[in-house]
């Protein structure tokens, strides 16, 4: 018997795509400060912080959408999709807070995201 929802439980949904986005940015940020810890350690040239920021939000996007879709149980794909909007939504406002605008890298970021989504919540159902 699976864990996840029933159809009908459009609440449970919801919420665990909330907490899989919340879930998402934070390990993203994690993952971006331990990369910036071993960019200091190690005296890496601050060219490699870009690379580093993405593969970031990648790890975030695909541990987010793995979460949610093992929670929900069906219908990895759409839970990707759903997951790695919120996601990428999440981080494009945080970066056009700090002062980053809109660039090629954000349509880099974007398909990224959702790749790694899309994987992480295909792997989540199986």
Not at 70 to 78: A, V
Not at 80 to 95: D, E, R
Request: without cysteine; hydrophobic residues 55%.
């Amino acid at each position: 018997m699976s864990d996840g929802f029933s159809k009908k439980d459009t609440v449970n949904k919801k919420s665990a795509y909330i907490i899989g986005g919340i879930l998402g940015v934070f390990s993203s940020l994690l993952a971006m400060l331990v990369f910036a810890v071993v960019l200091l350690a190690f005296n890496i040239d601050r060219a490699y912080a870009a690379p580093f920021a993405t593969i970031s939000v990648a790890f975030g996007s695909f541990i987010a959408s793995r979460s949610a879709a093992k929670k929900i149980g069906d219908k990895g794909y759409l839970t990707g999709l759903i997951i790695g909007m919120i996601v990428f939504t999440f981080i494009t406002a945080l970066s056009l807070i700090l002062g980053n605008g809109l660039t090629i890298n954000t349509l880099f970021h974007f398909i990224i995201i959702l790749l790694s989504s899309f994987a992480g919540g295909i792997m989540g159902v199986n």
